[in-house]
């Protein structure tokens, strides 16, 4: 099994920082591409930073310049380092990972979820 465990979350007024992990835990081979997705409320889930193994990164524009993604390997955790945030920022952050895993012979892929962290940009 494998476990997507997020933290960092939080209450922080407009300007300021905050810092989002996600360690990825369980029956393990190799990890592609990570991920963080938002979810604001009524609104449908957004990719917001994707970065692959090889440590190729994409943002969604409204993030670009402000937001940056960064993954340990060793550790088997990515980062997401948020500046600049705005009230629009306000979202459950959900951690998102391409698993390669080692069953009973074969290799699998599955895609995971973390359970979601909220951050409340607000004055």
């Known amino acids: 099994q494998v476990q997507l465990v997020e933290s960092g979350g939080g209450l922080v007024q407009p300007g300021g920082s905050l810092r989002l992990s996600c360690v990825v835990s369980g029956n393990i081979f190799s990890i592609n591409t990570m991920g963080w997705y938002r979810q604001a409320p009524g609104k449908q889930r957004e990719l917001v930073a994707g970065?692959?193994?090889?440590?190729?990164?994409e943002y969604a524009d409204s993030v670009k310049g402000r937001f940056t993604i960064s993954r340990d390997n060793a550790k088997n955790t990515v980062y997401l380092q948020m500046n600049s945030l705005k009230p629009e920022d306000t979202a459950v952050y959900y951690c998102?990972?391409?698993?390669?895993?080692?069953?009973?012979?074969?290799?699998?892929?599955?895609?995971?979820w973390g359970q979601g962290t909220q951050v409340t940009v607000s004055s």
């Open positions: 970065i692959t193994s090889g440590g190729s990164t």
């Open positions: 998102n990972a391409d698993v390669q895993y080692f069953s009973g012979g074969y290799y699998y892929s599955q895609n995971y």
